[in-house]
């Protein structure tokens, strides 16, 4: 079903309520915090990742930390806040769901559901999500292959949900210099083999906030159909993430880089 030979046409994603359309000739950037920290927090960031020009807010409420003892979100908290944000500047939201039971709970918020790295083949969440009227984000596994991928996205759309977006975030290699490899070639095989929109995370994929613009201008480059970066308003004290994330004006500044490679020469 996720084929591009049994759909030639990309899929469009369309969110209601908005004019975003991911898949289509516009690059969309997703822009927010790894986490929501606060409601000032994410006000503030909500409302500088728009003037920016960022058409999609992120912000994680339930957050899968490698550490039981870190910060795990803020839960419903982060949930309302985010509604807020969409609220005061009409961006539509994007968060993470990690177990089956808290679908319908992230589902009544958020405009796009997204399936973490460490959940792409929790299967039993797949089909819980495929059974929800709202668009999902699938990240690849830190250790999963393209096909693998591909092969969880069709769990969700064969349990009814169309709208899948798929996303490279870096994969876990040999190499230690940045957190995670970041599979630029994953954009092309991707948009080869299926039809649905591709979205790259050069914040997993780097792990460093100076290498972020330039794998976000090299993945628009490669083919993708949208961003997700990482920014908060002080990111040196971010409770989540921190290191990769861009402050508000280095966003400001990547914005304006990316409006010049989606242009021609
Ligand atoms: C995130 O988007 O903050 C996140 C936890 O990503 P990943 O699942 O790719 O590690
Ligand atoms: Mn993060």
Known sequence: LTSRSTRP???IIEL???DVRIGGNEVIVMAG?????SREQILETAHAVKEAGAKVLRGGAFKPRTSPYSFQGLGLKGL???AEAREQTGLPIITEVMTVEAVPMVAEYADILQIG????QNYGLLQAVGKVKRPVMLKRGISGTIEELLMCAEYIVSSGNNNVLLCERGIRTYETATRNTFDLNAVPVLKQATHLPVVADPSHGTGYRELVPAMARAAVAAGADALIIEVHPDPDNAMS???QS?????FARLMDQLRRVAVAI
């Not at 915090?33 to 920290?37: F, L, M, N, R």
């Not at 790295?117 to 792409?120: D, I, K, L, T």
């Not at 861009?246 to 280095?250: A, G, M, P, Q, V």
């Open 9 to 11: 046409d990309d899929t």
């Open 16 to 18: 209601p309520g908005s």
């Open 33 to 37: 915090p790894c986490s929501v920290e």
């Open 80 to 82: 309302e806040y985010l």
């Open 117 to 120: 790295a460490r959940n792409m």
């Open 241 to 243: 993430d921190g290191r």
């Open 246 to 250: 861009l402050d508000l004006n280095e």
